[in-house]
C-alpha cells in the first residue's frame, strides 16, 4: 500500500486459527520511504508460513507557513524597521526557513521613501513554499525647528534699537535625524525712511 507519511499505520497483529502456532513479527526495512514488516507462523512440527506486507511512504504535502505577514505601509524613522517574523509547519518533517530582503528606491529624489520586500522560503527535504512581502515606506513628517531665544511672529522695534541677530535655530527629523538650518533675512522699506520691516526665514529640508 501507499500512504502519506503522516499516515502510517501500526502493523496488524496476526493472529493464527489453531493455538500451537506461535506468530513472530519483525521490521525489515523502515527507512522512511518504506516499511516492510514480516509475519512467521510456525507450528510444533516445525511448518511455517510466511506474510510479508510492504508500504510505500510519500511525502505529497508542501509545508504551510503560519501567520504569513501581510503587506504594510509605514512611516519613515530614524531606526531600522523590525523584519517580521514567520513560523512555517509540515506534516512529516522539521522545516527550514530562510529570509531575504531587498530595498528599492522608485523616486531618487525621495530616499525617504523606499519599498522593502522580504521574501521567505519554507523547505523540506522534498518540498518548499515562498512567501513575499513588501513594507512601503514613506516620509510624510517635515523636520522639526528648535529655537535657542524667543521667536515672535512679529517684533516692534525703535529706530534707534539695534537690529538683533538672527535666533540660533536646530533642526530635527524623524527620518533624517539632525538638519543643517538654513537663515535668510529679507528688510523691506516703507513710504517712511525711519520705518521698515526684516523677516528672518528658517529652512531645514529632509
Known sequence: ITVECDAVPTPCVVYTLEDNFTVDMQTLVDNGTHLITLWEAVDDCGNEENHTQTITIEDTTAPIIVDAPTDTSEECACDNLPTPSIEAIDNCEEVNVTHSATTSVPNPTKPNDYIITNTWIA?????????????TVTD??????EFDGPTQ???ILSCADDHPAAVGVH?????????NVSTSTQTTST????????????????
Open 140 to 145: 510624510t513628517t517635515a523636520p522639526v525647528l
Open 153 to 155: 511672529a512679529l517684533t
Open 123 to 135: 523547505f523540506t527535504s522534498d518540498h518548499s513554499v515562498t512567501h513575499t512581502q513588501t513594507q
Open 171 to 179: 533642526a530635527y527629523d524623524v527620518c533624517d535625524g539632525s538638519l
Open 191 to 206: 513710504s517712511c525712511a525711519d520705518q521698515y520691516t526684516f523677516d528672518n526665514t528658517y529652512t531645514a529640508s529632509d
